[in-house]
């Protein structure tokens, strides 16, 4: 079966980085297009970062310039490099796989403030 395990997420002052990752199991990770999402209290989920099964990027104009979505298919593992972090980016932070339906993770929480 699909499962996604994110990790990576913790307590960051604001203007720190981090790294999430998600290790995937249970598909054919090489041949999948993955996403980042992220849900903050009291908000929708949101789309962050989407790679594609190519390698091609796409960002939210949220996070565009700052975040940095990269994937190592030996690895069956999709990084989010967040740099330059805001209190906004306050969420838990989930990755997907659309694989005849949608698969999520457990999410990671992320959490900036001073």
Do not use: H
Not at 21 to 42: E, K
Not at 54 to 76: E, H, L, Q
Not at 93 to 110: I, K, M, N
Request: with cysteine.
């Amino acid at each position: 079966q699909v499962q996604l395990v994110e990790s990576g997420g913790g307590l960051v002052q604001p203007g720190g980085s981090l790294r999430l990752s998600c290790v995937a199991s249970g598909f054919t990770f090489r041949l999948r297009d993955m996403r980042w999402f992220r849900q903050a209290p009291g908000k929708p989920r949101e789309l962050v970062a989407a790679i594609t099964s190519r390698g091609n990027t796409d960002y939210s104009n949220s996070v565009k310039g700052r975040f940095t979505i990269s994937r190592d298919n030996a690895k069956n593992t999709v990084y989010l490099q967040m740099n330059n972090l805001k209190p906004e980016d306050t969420a838990v932070y989930y990755c997907s796989v659309y694989d005849l339906v949608a698969y999520w993770g457990q999410g990671t929480q992320v959490t900036v403030s001073s």
